[in-house]
C-alpha cells in the first residue's frame, strides 16, 4: 500500500491542541486495534485516531478535517459485520473514535427517556436505565462492546425487536456533529413532534456517511417483573413458525424475543465455548429460543409458557423444551444463542448473510437457500439462525470440513450471490440488521438503483458535499 503522507504538515499539531495528548494516538501499536474489523475482512491504515473527549472538541476536529478535506471514519466499538467502521488501505483517512463521550446526561423516569453519549456502550446503557428500574429494549450479542453511537449508526435490531423494534424506533432525539463540523442539537425528548422533515431518522442508519452521532434520547420502559425463558426441540423451520405464531395467538404482547438456532450450531458453541451446557436431551435439526416478559405483577407468565408448549408437544410442533427455573438458566440458554457467531468463527471460515424474508416464507427460504448452496459448494454447512420473530435470519455457511479457509473466503461472493438469488425470490432484504458498511455498496446498486439511489445519493450531495464523512461505504 502506498505510505503516502495525506493531511497537511500542521494537521495532527492543531488536532493536538484540540484534543490534547489523551486524545491522539499516532503510535502505529496504539492505532492498530482501529484498523481491523471484528471479522478481520479488512485491514485499513491510518496515521491518526483521533478520541475527542466531548461534542465540542468532536467538532473543532471534523471542522479542521472539513477546512483540509480529511476524509473521516467514525468508529464506536468497531463490531461492524460489513467493514463499516475501519479506514481504508492508502492512510488517506483518520479514524474518530467516539470512545471518550462517556456520560450519561440525563434520566427521566416520568419521561421514560435517557440521554446519553454516543461512546456508552450498550451494556453500560442497559445498566445505567436498570439502576432507576427502567429498561432500554435493545439487545445484541455484541452489546459489551458496541455503543450507542455505533448501534445507532447501524439501526441495530437485535434480539427484542420483535417486541420494540429496531434501534430507530426507541430513539427521540440526535446530537450531531455535521461533516462541516456544525453541531446539530437536536436532543429533544417529544414523543410527538411534527415540524417538517424527520431529521433525526436520516442519521439513523447512514453508518456514519452523513455526520456523527455524539448523542441520543432513547426511549426507556418500565424493568419486567417477570421474566420466562425455554429452550425448545423443534423438527424443523416450518415447525418453530407454528410455535411463534401460538405464541402471538396466547400474548403477542409478552413475546420478547423468538430465536432460531439448528442443532449444528448448537454443537459449534458445545465445542468452542467454554462453560456451556445443552439442557435439552432430545436431538433435532432446529431450536428455538423463546423469551417472555411482562411488567403486570404475579402475571402468570410462566404457566402461560408451560401450557402453550405442553399444547404444542401435544400437537407434534415441538418434540421436547425446557424452562429456565432461575437466572443462571436463563443466562445459560442465553449463552447458548449469543456465541453463535464467536463459535462460528472458531470453527473456520464462515461467510455471513444477514437477510430477512417475510416471516411466513421463512421455512421454504431456509430449506431453498441451503439447497442452493450445497449445489454450488457440496460439504458446504448452512447454519441459519437469529431472530425469526422478525423475519431476520443469519443465514451462515460453514466452510467444508478439511477445506482451505482462505479458499472459501475467496468464494464469498458466489455463495452470498446464491443466496441472495433466492431472498429476492421471496421479496426479502440483503442486509436486514447489519448494513451495508464496505461489503455491499455494489449491492446496493443491484438491488436499491433507480430513484431510491439517486435520492440516497442526493441527500449525501446535500449533507456532505466534499465526501469527507465515512467514504466508499454504504453508497456504491
Ligand atoms: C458478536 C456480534 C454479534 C452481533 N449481533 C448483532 C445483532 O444481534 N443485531 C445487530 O443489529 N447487529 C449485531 N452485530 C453487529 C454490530 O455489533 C452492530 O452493528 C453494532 O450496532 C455496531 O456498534 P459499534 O459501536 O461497534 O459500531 P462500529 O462497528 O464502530 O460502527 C458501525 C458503523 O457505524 C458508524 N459509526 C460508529 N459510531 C458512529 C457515530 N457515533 N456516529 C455516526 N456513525 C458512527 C461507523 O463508521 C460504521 O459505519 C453483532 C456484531 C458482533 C461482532
Given amino acids: 500500500m502506498p505510505d503516502r503522507q495525506p493531511f497537511p504538515p500542521d494537521f495532527l499539531d492543531s488536532v493536538r ?30 496515521q491518526a485516531v483521533i478520541r475527542p473527549a466531548n461534542t465540542a472538541e468532536l467538532a473543532a476536529v471534523v471542522r479542521l478535517c472539513a477546512q483540509s478535506r480529511t476524509p473521516i471514519v467514525p468508529q464506536g466499538g468497531n463490531t461492524s459485520m460489513v467493514g463499516g467502521a475501519v479506514p481504508n488501505e492508502d492512510s488517506s483517512e483518520v479514524v474518530i473514535s467516539t470512545s471518550r463521550l462517556l456520560r450519561i446526561r440525563d434520566l427521566d423516569e416520568v419521561d421514560m427517556t435517557l440521554t446519553i453519549e454516543a461512546g456508552v456502550t450498550l451494556k453500560a446503557a442497559q445498566m445505567a436505565a436498570a439502576e432507576r428500574g427502567c429498561l432500554l429494549p435493545l439487545s445484541i450479542s455484541s452489546e459489551g462492546s458496541a455503543q450507542i453511537g455505533g448501534v445507532l449508526a447501524v439501526n441495530a435490531g437485535g434480539n427484542n425487536t420483535v417486541r420494540y423494534g429496531n434501534a430507530r424506533d426507541l430513539v427521540l432525539g440526535l446530537e450531531v456533529v455535521l461533516p462541516d463540523g456544525s453541531i446539530w442539537n437536536g436532543l429533544r425528548r417529544l414523543r410527538k413532534d411534527n415540524t417538517g422533515y424527520c431529521l433525526r431518522q436520516l442519521f439513523v442508519g447512514a453508518e456514519g456517511t452523513l455526520g456523527i452521532i455524539t448523542a441520543a434520547v432513547l426511549k426507556l420502559v418500565p424493568q419486567p417483573k417477570e421474566v420466562a425463558v425455554a429452550l425448545c426441540a423443534v423438527g424443523s423451520p416450518e415447525a418453530a413458525i407454528g410455535l411463534f405464531k401460538r405464541f402471538q395467538m396466547s400474548d403477542a404482547s409478552s413475546l420478547n424475543a423468538f430465536e432460531l438456532m439448528t442443532g449444528l450450531g448448537i454443537r459449534f458453541v458445545l465445542k468452542h465455548i467454554p462453560d456451556t ?56 440458554i442465553w449463552k447458548l444463542r449469543e456465541e453463535h457467531s464467536e463459535a462460528q468463527k472458531r470453527e473456520g471460515a464462515s461467510i455471513k448473510n444477514d437477510v430477512s424474508v417475510p416471516i411466513s416464507k421463512i421455512p421454504a427460504f431456509i430449506q431453498e437457500a441451503a439447497q442452493a448452496c450445497e449445489a454450488l459448494m457440496p460439504g458446504i454447512r448452512a447454519v441459519p439462525f437469529g431472530h425469526i420473530g422478525d423475519g431476520n435470519i443469519h443465514f451462515n455457511l460453514e466452510q467444508p470440513v478439511d477445506c482451505d479457509g482462505a479458499w472459501f473466503l475467496a468464494q464469498g461472493e458466489a455463495v452470498m450471490d446464491t443466496v441472495n438469488e433466492v431472498v429476492r425470490r421471496f421479496d426479502g432484504s440483503f442486509s436486514a440488521e447489519h448494513g451495508i458498511g464496505r461489503l455491499k455498496p455494489h449491492m446496493l446498486e443491484e438491488w436499491r438503483g433507480g430513484a431510491e439511489l439517486a435520492l440516497m445519493k442526493q441527500i449525501k450531495a446535500a449533507i456532505d458535499p466534499a465526501g469527507i464523512m465515512n467514504p466508499g461505504k454504504v453508497l456504491p
Avoid: H
Fill in 277 to 332: 451446557l445443552m439442557p435439552v436431551e432430545t436431538q433435532t435439526p432446529y431450536y428455538v429460543l423463546v423469551e417472555m416478559t411482562t411488567t403486570r405483577p404475579e402475571a402468570g407468565l410462566r404457566l402461560l409458557l408451560e401450557k402453550t408448549l405442553e399444547q404444542a408437544m401435544e400437537d407434534g410442533i415441538v418434540a421436547d423444551a425446557v424452562i429456565a427455573e432461575s437466572d443462571a438458566q436463563r443466562a445459560a
Fill in 17 to 46: 491542541a484540540i484534543v490534547g495528548e489523551r486524545g491522539l494516538l499516532t503510535d502505529p501499536s496504539s492505532v492498530a486495534p482501529y484498523l481491523e474489523d471484528w471479522r478481520r475482512l479488512y485491514k485499513g491504515s491510518s
